[in-house]
């Protein structure tokens, strides 16, 4: 069988939380976990290309029981998609607490939890961007650094500010932010003007 179509039908049972073909596949295919996905997907006329794995996608999902599954079948926590995001944001950006709870236990250290993208953007970043107050909360008292800035400047109370996410804002708050950063917002307006 094509490893394309195994690798296709394998992030499909991982998103709908199908353990048990799930299960089925990899033990007929021995497929390897860490395989990143190269279909590329057309949308509003532009091809993208995600890189995602297997466990990306369950913890996308929301589906904790195939995570811990992929994980014990040798899946990376670690692995990264083409934006350079690993698991942990996938879930962060849906708000999945309990495999952040999962993948944070499994992981328990600052470089994960404070890990950035190609974007220079950490998990709480984009936990705040898609206004995931409780997963910003989980990714705070794990230990996720309020003050870490992306290639803009922004850190994640710049992001929540920018939404007028209040809750957000007010929890970023408690776990002393850098009030004083200044993100480049009108400095790359005025570039982007100046070039108009």
């Given at each position: ?127 705040t961007r898609y206004a995931q107050l409780d997963a910003a909360i989980m ?58």
């Open positions: 069988m094509d490893e394309e179509l195994i690798l296709s039908t394998v992030l499909i049972a991982c998103e709908e939380g199908n353990l048990a073909d799930l299960n089925k596949l990899l033990t007929i295919y021995r497929f390897n976990l860490n395989v990143a996905n190269r279909v590329r997907y057309l949308y509003f006329q532009a091809f993208f290309q995600l890189g995602e794995t297997a466990i990306h996608v369950s913890a996308g999902a929301g589906q904790s029981e195939v995570v811990r599954y992929l994980h014990l079948k040798g899946a990376s926590l670690e692995t990264v998609d083409r934006r350079g995001d690993t698991p942990l944001f996938w879930a962060a950006r849906n708000g999945h607490v309990h495999v952040l709870r999962y993948l944070l236990q499994e992981k328990h250290d600052l470089g994960y939890v404070n890990f950035l993208n190609k974007s220079k953007e950490s998990a709480l970043h984009v936990a990714l705070l008292e794990y230990g996720a650094d309020a003050s870490l800035e992306d290639e803009q400047g922004e850190t994640a109370l710049h992001v929540a500010s920018w939404h007028g996410y209040g809750k957000l804002l007010a929890a970023l708050c408690q776990y002393d932010p850098n009030f004083d950063a200044k993100n480049q917002a009108i400095f790359l307006l005025a570039t982007d003007l100046a070039e108009f």
